[in-house]
């Protein structure tokens, strides 16, 4: 019986006739509640100098999206290759495989701040919620823009925030603006992963708690910066020891917060 019959045969048997050996790829449909926070733009005049703060805002909103569990929120790392990009937004969507896209601008002058965000759906690449926020430049109003977005977020993919949730993304850290500017260039330096770099970081996170020594995520980031000196160049002991003095101090401010323990479990490790 020759391959054609053979085929027309178990068609006519209504058996499915579709070669098995050769299989259509099929692309996943993303969680509804999956998120990327593309890089914010940097729309301030002196670009180079604001650069540390529209990525601190970038940074602390990626960070807050990720305390509320309903939503799966992709890493910074994976997010960071698409500063600058000219791909769109769909093409961002598949790669990543995320169902919307969040991506912004920040503009600071003198001493107001704006932010402008708008949330995407991937495949429709229609607006789901837009806002424009500026206000003047206190810690309160940047971390309430911070946790209004991060709530207008979830509200609009339809997740649901625990009440711990909403007490974590609501949380000011510092009420003192000099602090938090001087902890984002910190942490700025910090990613560099220079040797350096984390000894540039040491110091602005101690200038840092000159202007508010109960600024938790300020004693985190000089833990972070002295262990991964320890890590990676020389292991000087006495990084480690100064690690421990900073977790500790952290934890006597506040002892259940994630970053705390991020950085306990590094130090251990």
Known sequence: VSAQSATE??????????DASVETPVTPTPDKKSIAVIPFRNRSVDKEDAAFFSDGVHDELLTNLSKIEALKVISRTSVMSYRDTTKNLRQIGEELGV??????GVQRAGDTVRINVQLIDTASDEHLWAEIYERELTTENLFDIQSEIAQAIAAALQATLTDSEIAEVSDAPTETVTAYELYLQGKRFSLGETEIGFDTAVDLFREAL??????KLAWIGLAQAYINNYWTYGGNPAD???????????KAIDPDFPELFMAEGFYHY
């Open 9 to 18: 045969s178990r068609s006519t048997a209504g058996i499915i006739t579709t």
């Open 210 to 215: 000159k202007f508010d020594p109960n600024f």
């Open 240 to 250: 480690r020891e100064k690690t421990r003095e900073a977790i500790d101090k952290a």
């Open 99 to 104: 169902a919307n896209i969040l991506e912004g």
